[in-house]
C-alpha cells in the first residue's frame, strides 16, 4: 500500500510537472510569436523526435508538417529551425545584422574557451578578430599568386607521394589531411611539415577526432545536455583530449614565436598576432590576448585543414562512382592545360565542367548540413513571427544545397546543376556551402582555390581505379552530425 502512495504521488508530481512545462512553452511561443513546432517534452524537449545519427535529415522531415520556418527545443533551449533556401537567404542576407551573431553550441564553446576566436566569437570581439584575421591571411597571400604559388608546390609533393605507392590501393584521408594543412600552416605557423613528422601526424589525428567527434551521436548529446554529458565516460572525451592537445600545441608554437619575434619582419600569423598584443597591451578591453591568439589560430588551423580535406577526399570517392565524369575532366584537362605544366586558378574560367564538377562535389556532399548556429541580435519580426533576441537559428544548410526549387536533381550527382545548355558555367542562388552573410566562411576563398588545383592537379596526372566493383561503392555518410563523413574506401592512383 505505501508502495502504491509512492507511486501514485511520483506519477502526480511527473503530470503536473508536464502540464506546467506544456504551459510554459506555449506561453513563451504565444508571447514571442514564435513559429509553430512539435510540442516539447519536459526536460527533454524534442529530442526524441530527432535521429541522433542524422539530425539534419529530422530537422528537414519536420519542416514538411510545419513549414520552412519552424521551433524545436533542444532540450531545454528554444531554436528556430530555417529549411528552404528563401527563407536561409532571407535571413542571413536580406536580415544580415538580425541573424549575424553567433548561435549557442556547447561543443564550439569548449573549443573556443567561451567564445573566444574568430568563429564562437560575437558583438566587438568578433568584429575585431574578424577584420584583423582576413587583413593578415590577405597580407601573406589569401587569394593572391603567392598563395597559388603555396598549392601547387603541395600539390606537386601530394602527386609524388602518390606515384611512390606504385599504384597499389590506399586509404587517401591522411594523405589529404597533410597536403591541406600544409597550406594553413605555412600561413599561421610560417612553415609547412615534412609528411612523416610525428607532430605533424598526431596533430591531424587530433583535428580527424574532432571532426568525428561533432558528428558523433555523443557530440550531438553534448550540444543538448553539455553539463551532464560532459562528466560522464564515454567516446566524447577522446575528443576533448584531442581539442586539449591542439591548443597546448598551439600555445607552445606561440611561445617559441615570442622567443624569436622580429618586429620588423613578421613571419605568419601568429607574428602579427603578437605584434598586435604588444600594441594593444595598455588597452583595457582589448581581444588581442593568450585566449585571443590560441583560438583564432585554433579556428584558422582548424577550418583550414578538416573541411577541405574531406572534401578531397569525398570528391575522389564521387569519381570513381562516375566514371564518365572523370573522363570528361580528363578531356578538359588535355584541352586547356595539357600535361606538361601546372593547373593554375586562371585556368578556372577556362575549364567549365571541372569548376561545375567541384561546385556539384560541395553541393551533393552537403559537408555541414546544419550549418554553425546563428543568433537573433534583436527581437526580429520574421515572415508571419517573432523571433526574440538571443533565440539560436538554426540556418539548414541542407535544406539550401538541396532546395528542388534550385537544383532538378536535388538527391543525385549531376554536374548539369552548374552549366548552362551550351556547357558555360552557371551560378545557381542554392550554392551555399560556405554559409552565407557575415558570417561566410572566412576561408571561402582560399577554400575554393585549394579545391580546384588540388582536383585539378591529381586529376591531370592520375586516372582513379577502386580495387572494388564502383556499382559497390557507398556514397552515403558513414556519419552524419555537424558534418556528413564519408565511407573509408580506398583507391589506387594510375599515372596518365
Given at each position: 500500500m505505501e508502495i502504491f502512495s509512492t507511486t501514485t504521488l511520483l506519477l502526480i508530481v511527473c503530470l503536473i510537472f508536464l502540464i506546467l512545462s506544456i504551459t510554459h512553452a506555449r506561453k513563451?511561443?504565444?508571447?514571442?510569436?514564435?513559429?509553430p513546432g512539435p510540442t516539447p517534452l519536459p526536460i527533454?524537449?524534442?529530442?526524441?523526435?530527432?535521429?541522433?545519427?542524422?539530425?539534419?535529415?529530422?530537422?528537414?522531415?519536420?519542416?514538411?508538417?510545419?513549414?520552412?520556418?519552424?521551433?524545436?527545443?533542444m532540450g531545454m533551449e528554444t531554436v528556430v529551425v530555417l529549411c528552404s533556401c528563401d527563407a536561409v537567404k532571407e535571413a542571413l542576407i536580406d536580415n544580415a545584422d538580425d541573424f549575424g551573431a553567433r548561435g549557442h553550441m556547447p561543443l564550439l564553446e569548449r573549443i573556443s574557451s567561451g567564445g573566444h576566436g574568430v568563429v564562437a566569437s560575437n558583438g566587438e570581439r568578433w568584429k575585431q578578430l574578424r577584420r584583423f584575421s582576413l587583413m593578415t591571411l590577405r597580407n601573406f597571400g589569401m587569394g593572391k599568386k603567392s598563395i597559388e604559388e603555396r598549392i601547387q608546390e603541395e600539390a606537386y609533393f601530394?602527386?609524388?607521394?602518390?606515384?611512390?605507392?606504385?599504384?597499389?590501393?590506399?586509404?587517401?584521408?591522411?594523405?589529404?589531411?597533410?597536403?591541406?594543412?600544409?597550406v594553413i600552416c605555412s600561413v599561421v605557423f610560417g612553415s609547412r611539415f615534412e609528411y612523416e613528422d610525428k607532430t605533424f601526424l598526431k596533430l591531424l589525428g587530433f583535428l580527424h577526432e574532432i571532426f568525428k567527434g561533432f558528428s558523433s551521436v555523443w557530440g550531438q548529446m553534448y550540444n543538448v545536455f553539455p553539463k551532464v554529458v560532459g562528466k560522464i565516460p564515454g567516446p566524447h572525451q577522446k575528443m576533448f583530449k584531442a581539442i586539449d592537445g591542439i591548443q597546448k600545441f598551439i600555445e607552445e608554437r606561440v611561445k617559441m614565436h615570442k622567443e624569436t619575434l622580429d618586429p620588423s619582419s613578421p613571419r605568419d600569423f601568429i607574428d602579427?598576432?603578437?605584434?598586435?598584443?604588444?600594441?594593444?597591451?595598455?588597452?583595457?578591453?582589448?581581444?588581442?590576448h593568450k585566449k585571443?591568439?590560441?583560438?583564432?589560430t585554433f579556428d584558422?588551423?582548424?577550418?583550414?585543414?578538416?573541411?577541405?580535406?574531406?572534401?578531397?577526399?569525398?570528391?575522389?570517392?564521387?569519381?570513381l562512382k562516375h566514371a564518365d565524369v572523370e573522363e570528361r575532366i580528363h578531356k578538359e584537362i588535355d584541352q586547356v592545360i595539357g600535361r606538361n605544366r601546372a593547373p593554375c586558378i586562371e585556368d578556372r574560367s577556362r575549364m567549365p565542367y571541372m569548376d561545375a564538377v567541384i561546385h556539384e562535389i560541395q553541393r551533393f556532399i552537403d559537408l555541414i548540413p546544419?550549418?554553425?548556429?546563428?543568433?537573433?541580435?534583436?527581437?526580429?519580426?520574421?515572415?508571419?513571427?517573432?523571433i526574440p533576441k538571443d533565440t539560436t537559428v538554426y540556418t539548414m544548410l541542407s535544406s539550401v544545397l538541396q532546395d528542388p526549387k534550385q537544383f532538378k536533381y536535388p538527391n543525385e550527382f549531376n554536374p548539369g546543376h552548374f552549366l548552362d545548355e551550351s556547357g558555360k558555367f552557371r551560378r545557381n542562388d542554392g550554392y551555399m556551402p560556405f554559409s552565407s552573410g557575415k558570417r561566410i566562411c572566412v576561408g571561402e576563398g582560399l577554400a575554393k582555390m585549394e579545391l580546384f588545383l588540388f582536383f585539378t592537379t591529381i586529376l591531370q596526372n592520375f586516372t582513379l581505379r577502386s580495387p572494388v566493383d564502383p556499382e559497390d561503392l557507398d556514397l552515403t555518410p558513414q556519419m552524419s552530425g555537424f558534418g556528413n563523413m564519408p565511407c573509408t574506401y580506398e583507391l589506387c592512383f594510375i599515372p596518365r
Open positions: 513563451h511561443q504565444n508571447k514571442g510569436r514564435l513559429p527533454i524537449g524534442n529530442i526524441l523526435q530527432l535521429n541522433g545519427k542524422e539530425v539534419f535529415k529530422s530537422l528537414n522531415k519536420l519542416s514538411e508538417k510545419y513549414g520552412p520556418v519552424y521551433t524545436i527545443h601530394l602527386i609524388e607521394e602518390f606515384r611512390k605507392t606504385s599504384c597499389k590501393s590506399l586509404d587517401p584521408t591522411f594523405y589529404f589531411s597533410k597536403a591541406v594543412s600544409n602579427c598576432f603578437l605584434l598586435k598584443m604588444e600594441q594593444e597591451k595598455d588597452v583595457p578591453q582589448t581581444e588581442f585571443g591568439i590560441v583560438n583564432t584558422l588551423f582548424g577550418a583550414g585543414t578538416e573541411t577541405v580535406s574531406t572534401t578531397l577526399r569525398y570528391g575522389l570517392l564521387i569519381l546544419m550549418g554553425i548556429p546563428h543568433k537573433a541580435t534583436r527581437d526580429v519580426h520574421f515572415r508571419d513571427f517573432i
